[in-house]
């Protein structure tokens, strides 16, 4: 009989998509390694979840906005109707693979988080360097089991070790988010720039703090939920505008912003823009702030067709469009490391004390998981931390 164990799922047995919301905790198989059953094991590691990120797309599943066509295709493809969900990983291995010890030194009681997404290592963008759009690439807790759950088997080549004397683990567990942050703000050169970051959420934030510690000049925060604004101001940002919050389906951009932005940028408007809410309204606020020749970062994701205004504008005025998707590997986990480790500035502690509250009311205990409450705090905190340990 299989060893079992404590997971938070998407179960498609008993909960219709369209009509339920959150996630279950239910008693699933625990994953294994036999090589002897099956030789890809030999690159697996099986890691025991420490502490677990909920990132905003665990938000998506849990309100079943997003990600429901990868996680059905991908259990048609598994046989099966459980989905374990999460993928911001603090770990500790518990067994490995014979591969994953020869060739990546791996062994029991070593720390990792992982990189998210699962690349195949050899496809064409895989071998020009350009992993993090690899064409094969699975993500772990939506197309394939997660870390929200006692153990979870993960390919030892996307493993990322943790110095624990240096970054906490409650911290060491949103390096993958934080990764964003980092892709998005070294996408171009920020040193000197003023930079604004129009959506203050959890990788906005980051986002103030890694614009800062890389030499902007000027970090202006733009985010209409006052508690967050309120964050980005501790954070340190220059200057925080809280705009009023658009309608969903609304595209135009709002002029009272473009022009509180232009006056304090001295009539110039910001070098870099950085489009992190993911709302159409937002991508042109983002357009009407840049100034001439500036560089807009497109981070934000909104599925469907989005409208831009004044389209010739960012020809004429020569503004640069780049899009930002998940972390480059490894490139951006030195940088994100090398940013938490350091204590100058104190990124490290900024994301604890203020991001993290001091863990409190943002750090949840698996065992005692409740759906009601956990919602709660979702609603209330930028990021909530699951706790493994006792
Ligand atoms: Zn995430
Ligand atoms: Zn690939």
């Known amino acids: 009989m299989a060893k079992t164990m404590q997971a938070l799922v998407y179960d498609r047995r008993v909960d219709v998509w369209e009509s339920s919301r959150g996630l279950r905790r239910e008693e699933v198989e625990a994953p294994t390694l036999d090589e002897s059953r099956d030789h890809r094991d030999a690159e697996m590691v099986l890691l025991e979840t420490r502490f677990a990120g909920f990132c905003g797309s665990d938000r998506g599943i849990w309100f079943r906005r997003a990600f429901k066509d990868m996680i059905y295709d991908s259990l048609d493809r598994e046989k099966k109707d459980v989905r374990i969900i999460g993928h911001e990983l603090f770990g500790r291995v518990v067994a490995v693979g014979s591969r994953a010890a020869r060739d990546f030194g791996l062994q029991p009681g070593d720390v990792t ?175 009407a702030i840049v100034r001439r020749g500036g560089d807009v970062i497109l981070f934000g994701l909104k599925s469907g067709d989005a409208v831009i205004e004044d389209f010739d504008r960012v020809i004429i005025d020569g503004i640069s469009l780049h899009s930002v998707v998940g972390r480059r590997i490894w490139e951006t986990w030195h940088i994100t490391k090398n940013l938490l480790e350091s204590r100058d500035p104190n990124i490290h502690d900024l994301v604890y004390d203020v991001i993290l509250n001091r863990g409190q009311g943002t750090i949840c205990p698996f065992r005692s998981f409740d759906a009601a409450s956990f919602e709660k705090q979702i609603q209330t905190y930028p990021k909530v931390v699951l706790k493994f340990e006792e």
């Open 113 to 287: 988080t992982t990189e998210s997404h699962i690349i195949c290592w050899t496809c064409h963008q895989c071998r020009h360097g350009d992993n993090h759009v690899c064409v094969d690439n699975k993500i772990i807790g939506i197309s394939q089991d997660g870390c929200f759950a006692d153990l979870v088997k993960l390919p030892a080549s996307v493993l990322w070790r943790v110095d624990p004397r240096k970054i906490r683990p409650e911290v060491a567990a949103l390096q993958e988010p934080f990764g964003n942050a980092v892709h998005a703000c070294t996408k171009v050169n920020l040193r000197g720039k003023t930079v604004a970051i129009i959506g203050c959420g959890t990788i906005g934030l980051f986002a103030v703090l890694v614009a800062r510690a890389l030499g902007a000049h000027k970090v202006i925060g733009i985010e209409p939920v006052a508690r967050h604004a309120e964050i980005a101001r501790e954070l340190g940002a220059d200057a925080v505008i809280v705009p009023k919050l658009t309608d969903v389906d609304q595209f135009e951009h709002d002029p009272g912003l473009a022009r509180e932005v232009r006056g304090i940028t001295g009539g110039v408007g910001v070098d870099v823009a950085m489009e992190m809410s993911g709302t159409n309204a937002s991508l042109n606020n983002a357009i």
